[in-house]
């Protein structure tokens, strides 16, 4: 067929278009507080408000709390939920007499891991050879992790996590919890960053 044949596409004329400035109204910015559900919010949203408290001093403090008595969370579950107070009744009973509320940004799970696992490391009798047994453990899962999660960002938290074991492993006992505590939140990066149990 020659291309001069073939049919015109059809032409809209722009008096027959809506209006569109007349009938779009952007979306009204969704308001996000401690009160809504992790569940509800996209990857974009977490990552956002993770940025948002990392950046913030006062709520920066808080991704993970002072050391509270155990006692204090059975209290607050004492009308509601007794599944939850038998939890506590059975930690309580193995032990575990404090703890510490890690802030719900969809990475308290990671933080609170890290942050728990380093500090043992430097309460360890012999911290070079826990540190040792941590990186011998890290390097054979370091498959399964490239796999899970994105080149760049197992690569951040590795390189964080073994400058942080470095730290521990260097100054040892003349570093307090509250020190690591403070070192990891500054360079820890925000996808791996709720309760660290003590």
């Not at 009798?125 to 992790?145: K, N, Q, W, Y």
Request: aromatic share 8%.
């Amino acid at each position: 067929m020659d291309p001069a044949d073939a049919p015109a596409a059809p032409r809209i004329r722009s008096s027959e278009l809506p209006d569109v400035e007349a009938d779009y109204a952007p979306p009204a910015p969704r308001e996000i507080d401690e009160n809504t559900p992790l569940s509800s919010l996209s990857e974009a949203e977490i990552a956002q408000l993770t940025e948002k408290m990392l950046n913030n001093p006062s709520a920066r403090t808080k991704l993970i709390a002072e050391i509270t008595p155990i006692a204090a969370l059975r209290a607050e579950y004492l009308d509601g939920s007794q599944s939850v107070v038998r939890q506590i009744d059975w930690l309580q009973a193995h032990g575990y007499t404090e703890f510490r509320r890690a802030a719900r940004d969809g990475n308290c799970f990671y933080r609170s891991v890290a942050f728990s696992y380093l500090d043992r490391l430097l309460h360890a009798p012999d911290i070079g050879a826990a540190v040792a047994r941590f990186r011998a453990v890290l390097t054979a899962r370091e498959t399964g992790l490239m796999l899970a999660f994105e080149d760049e960002v197992y690569k951040e938290f590795a390189e964080q996590l073994h400058t942080l074991m470095t730290l521990v492993e260097e100054f040892g006992a003349a570093l307090t919890t509250e020190d690591l505590l403070d070192r990891l939140l500054e360079g820890m990066p925000p996808p791996f960053f709720c309760l660290v149990a003590l």
